[in-house]
């Protein structure tokens, strides 16, 4: 038979993220797989060595909008243990609760992406809803919806009220339901079951071989996470569960997606009992002395990792960012192979790409080049979900209580 | 293994100097060496000691030399940065894809952002500079400088 390569990609300003992937189709299946990223690469390492390391929290943390906590705490920790900074426990307890309210809105519009790759946009609505309940706690204790410029060096720069613990507590109740209502759909909504399963196959030798991290790695039963495997923060003085399922695809990264939700709802509860009453920051000096550190974060997307090092000025020597999209990559092209071309939508945001935090530089590239044969991810998706249509799999059929 | 007890190990097999070896906290070890004898040290961190995990390879612009530092972690989380070095006039290292698979990634930045050499590493596209980035230009290197944009104006 012969074999079609089909493009699918490059950067249009009008996708979400621009990313590339070389599809070769043998028939209907997947035989081969190639992915080309850097079309979002900004060069912000480089940009932290020409700023202050507290400028560099600002654009540390815009590296991605999602994961923009995620970023900055590890960013600032790394500078705390050159610096070796004592940072006061209300302040580790603040950065853990805006860290786990991060993690329930990202995992929360995964959802909702998840269901637009399939066609399931009442699940889209549904779980944007609800994250919305999130992204006004955030906005409310630290002023902004992402990019929340909470964290200085030496601790945070915003205290939390009264009011906002009751806000975050009864957001938590409600929160709670949501959770039970979205694993209902995951259990019972046999059409949703049978879609998602055995899309994007990852066995638990190849995840851990080829470096996979996070909630991809957790479906594929490894259990490892960094709160609880490279505890930092607080982290060691709550109690939780490590989220993994056996299932090794889309369907099991959901369930661990899913269940990872109740557990923040339940850290947040524990953050705020017991939360300390200490001061929310410690001086730190402008000139950070010589020195080197590596600090890794869970992230909602898996292990985050970042190595600075520092010359005895005010900037940085050296910043190295490692995302955790960038790990999972590599397992992208093992998950498609042997597929069906209408599995790749929903088998790649399953990974929950964040191809902001994985390529850093902006650049315009000319469309006209492989115009005549490239997809776009739109044309992607509604291929994809007509199908699936076509074999029974009709998500317009679907009413969502 | 605690920490200390990783830091004996391979002080009594490598005979580390104690400049070479430090813990500097919990989890987390500092090992210098010299290419020379990078693979013979790395090889038993990751077959012997099971740190099985990548974490990140860093690229460092060090003048005379650049530093390559490879974290690795094992189950327990300790993390050991292993840093060698090569000379900035030719710089070339091996690739690390036989012991972790997913390090191409990783070391097509070294070649891309730094211009280092990196023997065997797996064929493909390169990352994460654009295809019409132009030669020689290694935008980590300390001596790059991005050009003053200009203004385009219509007329």
């Not at chain 1, 964040?354 to 997809?375: A, I, P």
């Not at chain 2, 500079?129 to 790059?144: A, C, T, V």
């Amino acid at each position: 038979m012969d074999k079609v390569t089909i493009p699918i990609g490059p950067q249009h300003p009008a996708l979400e993220e621009p990313e590339k992937f070389m599809i070769t189709l043998e028939g209907e299946k997947i035989v081969g797989v190639g992915v080309r990223l850097g079309y979002n690469h900004r060069g912000i390492e480089k940009a932290c060595e020409e700023r202050t390391y507290i400028q560099d929290i600002y654009l540390i943390e815009r590296i991605c909008g999602i994961c923009s906590h995620s970023h900055s705490t590890s960013f600032i920790s790394a500078v705390e243990e050159i610096a070796k900074l004592d940072i006061p426990k209300r302040a580790l307890y603040i950065r853990a609760l805006v860290g786990e309210l991060e993690r329930l809105h990202s995992h929360l519009l995964w959802l909702g992406v998840l269901g637009h790759q399939i066609g399931l946009d009442t699940l889209l609505m549904y779980s944007w809803r609800d994250r919305e309940i999130v992204m006004d706690l955030l906005a409310a204790i630290t002023g902004n919806r992402v990019n929340y410029g909470i964290n200085t060096i030496g601790g945070v720069r915003k205290d939390i009220e009264k009011d906002h613990i009751e806000n975050v507590l009864k957001a938590m109740d409600i929160l709670e339901e949501r959770v039970k209502y979205y694993k209902e759909v995951l259990l019972e909504e046999v059409t949703l079951v049978n879609r998602l399963s055995g899309v994007g196959k990852l066995s638990t030798e190849d995840a851990l071989r080829l470096g996979a991290v996070g909630p991809t790695a957790r479906a594929s039963s490894v259990c490892r996470d960094i709160r609880s495997e490279d505890p930092y923060g607080i982290y060691q003085e709550l109690d939780f569960k490590i989220i993994t399922d056996n299932h090794n695809d889309v369907y099991g990264r959901g369930v661990v997606r899913i269940g990872e939700l109740d557990e923040s709802v339940k850290l947040i509860r524990q953050i705020l009992k017991n939360l300390p009453d200490t001061p929310i920051s410690v001086k730190a000096p402008r000139r950070i002395p010589e020195g080197e550190a590596l600090f890794r974060y869970e992230a909602p997307r898996g292990e985050d990792v970042h190595y600075v090092k520092s010359n005895g000025t005010d900037k940085p020597e050296r910043v190295k960012v490692r995302a955790p999209t960038l790990a999972n990559v590599v397992a992208i092209e093992s998950m498609l192979k042997n597929g069906y071309l209408a599995d790749v939508p929903v088998a790649i945001a399953a990974i929950d790409p964040c191809f902001s935090c994985t390529d850093r530089m902006v650049k315009v590239v000319d469309l006209d080049k492989d115009k005549s044969n490239m997809l776009n991810w739109e044309d992607l998706v509604k291929y994809s979900v007509n199908w699936y249509k076509d074999k029974g799999y009709d998500f317009t059929k679907i009413k969502l209580k | 293994m605690t920490e200390e007890q990783i830091l004996q190990n391979l002080t009594q097999k490598f005979n580390f100097s104690e400049e070479s070896i430090r813990v500097q906290r919990i989890r987390r070890i500092w090992i210098n060496v010299e290419y020379e004898r990078f693979f013979e040290i790395f090889d038993y961190i990751v077959k012997e000691l099971s740190f099985t995990h990548l974490c990140a390879m860093t690229g460092v612009d060090s003048g005379s030399v650049f530093e390559v530092i490879y974290h690795i972690s094992n189950e327990n989380g300790i993390v050991i940065s292993l840093k060698t070095n090569t000379p900035r006039e030719t710089p070339k290292i091996k690739t690390i894809t036989e012991y972790f698979a997913d390090a191409g990634i990783y070391e097509k930045e070294l070649i891309d952002l730094f211009g280092i050499e990196v023997e065997g590493t797996p064929v493909g596209p390169r990352y994460p500079l654009s295809d019409d980035w132009p030669e020689g230009e290694y935008p980590l290197r300390k001596d790059w400088k991005p050009k003053e944009s200009e203004a385009i104006t219509n007329g």
